[in-house]
């Protein structure tokens, strides 16, 4: 009996031993090495390394890494890895540097030099991806060629050479803008000298003031949410001063003050925007006066802000009257004048509003009788048989008498970029008070808006009308607004017209004392120039 309890113990030893190394043997160890830690745990023989990272509680991120692969089946002993993996993407600028670009112009005494143009460096913005692998950094990859958040601005220097051109006298002093700077010619076509030579005038504004001491320009801004800025320089001395005016973002106009004494200004502002064309017309109309010892008056508003009629964010362009006690205005839909003393507007005449699809607005040229009593403009024409009037291709050159009667047609399909400009008075003709209309006349006036025009004149009633530049056959004229000479050409005694063609000087008379058409006559030759300004010296 006392056997047989002893062999019923050691029987129930030996079946618990066996089933505690069964046990033991279902069982493995593996170490997981996750986040800077050494972490061991047990695991059923055959498990792999996903069914083991879930036993320890460890999530495995979209970028991790594991050592091995999560599907690899484990056995006992065996090291797991989890490698954490991040990326990160940052924005890194890159200076492009400006070039430099060397032109030839006969301003310039032959082999002189002078930086029309200092050169800028340019921006870029350059995403990188970074891959991180527990905290250290094991890639660095561009992902993208760069976002350039700032053009650069080449260095224009400039070279003289000798002119093949034969220089001849002019009367008064021409201004004209070459390559970013300011120059004038004073009596002969070969004596010219710079006024401005900091190389960033945009040309948006370029005059010189009715006794031709003061030159009125715009200069490209470096600020952001700023286009530009208002200055003027002395041009009757041989040293450069300029004047900053305080005044920005200058897009259509701003003019001086014709019949006073004084240093007076006009001028209409735009808000920059983000958006094309890059502003939004405030419609407004400012003074200013100011002096030669740089004192500045403060603005004084003629006419507020205001959303300019059909097509109004595009802007208002304005003229001063021969006298400077008249105020004109153009706009998409209509010109007529500004009454200075309560600042209404006095429509004259109600125009079609032109449909570009575009992201700009015409506006109709607009000049001056010499008289005062009239104003030069374009009006749009309705065409029938299309659908919408606002796309008609006719405009016609109309002069608007002030004193009484209707709008006299004085041109019919002149074209929309006709920009009469009026002579001043020829009383030398003997015949009173009379002058002569300058404007462009489009090569094709159904496609005026692409089309290149030609140089005409016609007398301040409509008759008289004459072809003068370039000749038939020739490349027509870009649009722009001409400039008469403030008085008779020396050599002929008759007046003159200043045209940029291909980007030259011409000067162009309408006809000599015999009545025959003189050749035109080229000033310059580098094909630079951009404006032209024209006045007396007094």
Known sequence: MRLKIIGLIFLGFFIWGCSAQTESQLQ???????????????IPTGSNVESALKRAGIEIGSLDRVEPDVSTPLSDQDQIRVIRVREEYTVEQEIIPFEQQ????????????????????????????????DGIEISKKRVNDGVIIKEPTPEIIMIGIQTAIAPFSIPGRLAYLLGGNAWVMEGSTAKRR??????????RIFALSPD????????????????????????????????????????????WKPGTNRNDLAFSTV??????????????????????????????????????????????????????????????????????????????????????????????????????????T?????????????????????ALPLLQGA??????????????????????QGIGNQYQIAFLQAIFPTQSETS??????????????????????????????????????????????????????WLVETNDQQGNLVQPRQVTGDGLVSRIAWSVIK
């Open 271 to 376: 808000e920059p925007r983000s958006t094309a064309p890059g502003w939004q017309a405030n419609n407004d109309l400012n003074v200013i006066s100011f002096s030669s010892s740089s004192w500045v008056s403060k603005w004084k508003t003629l006419l507020d802000a205001n959303s300019g009629g059909v097509y109004g964010w595009w802007g208002t362009n304005f003229a001063w009257s021969p006298s400077g006690s008249q105020l004109a205005y153009s706009r998409p839909d209509g010109v007529g004048l500004l009454n200075l003393d309560t600042g209404a507007l006095q429509p004259l005449i109600e125009i079609l509003p032109y449909q570009t699809h575009g992201d700009w607005a015409w506006i109709p040229g607009l000049a001056w009788g010499s008289d005062g009593n009239t104003l030069v």
């Open 212 to 255: 031709g001491k003061w030159l009125l320009f715009t200069r490209r801004s470096k600020k952001e949410n700023e286009i530009n800025t208002l200055w003027v320089a002395i041009v009757d001395q041989t040293s450069e001063k300029l004047m900053d005016l305080k005044i920005s973002n200058i897009v259509h106009f701003a003019g």
């Open 407 to 428: 709008p006299i047609h004085l041109v019919i399909q002149s074209g929309m970029f006709s920009y009469p400009v009026a002579s001043p008075i020829q009383s030398e």
């Open 102 to 133: 060397r032109l030839q112009t006969e301003s310039l005494p032959e082999q002189t030099t002078l930086i029309a143009q200092k050169g800028e460096n340019g921006l870029r913005e350059i995403t990188y991806q970074h891959i991180y692998e």
């Open 452 to 505: 290149r025009y030609r140089l005409w004149v016609t007398d301040q009633d409509g008759s008289n009308k004459s072809q003068l530049f370039p000749a038939e056959g020739e490349i027509g004229l870009d649009p722009q607004s001409v400039v008469w000479s403030p008085q008779p050409m020396p050599d002929i005694n008759k007046y003159a017209i200043a045209v940029l063609y291909q980007g030259n000087i």
């Open 194 to 203: 710079p006024v401005v030579t900091t190389g960033d005038l945009d040309g």
């Open 28 to 42: 493995i160890q593996v170490q997981i090495s996750v986040d800077g830690e050494q972490k061991t745990i047990e």
């Open 378 to 398: 374009v009006d749009h024409i309705s065409s029938a048989g299309i659908t919408s009037p606002e796309e008609s291709q006719l405009f016609d050159l109309v």
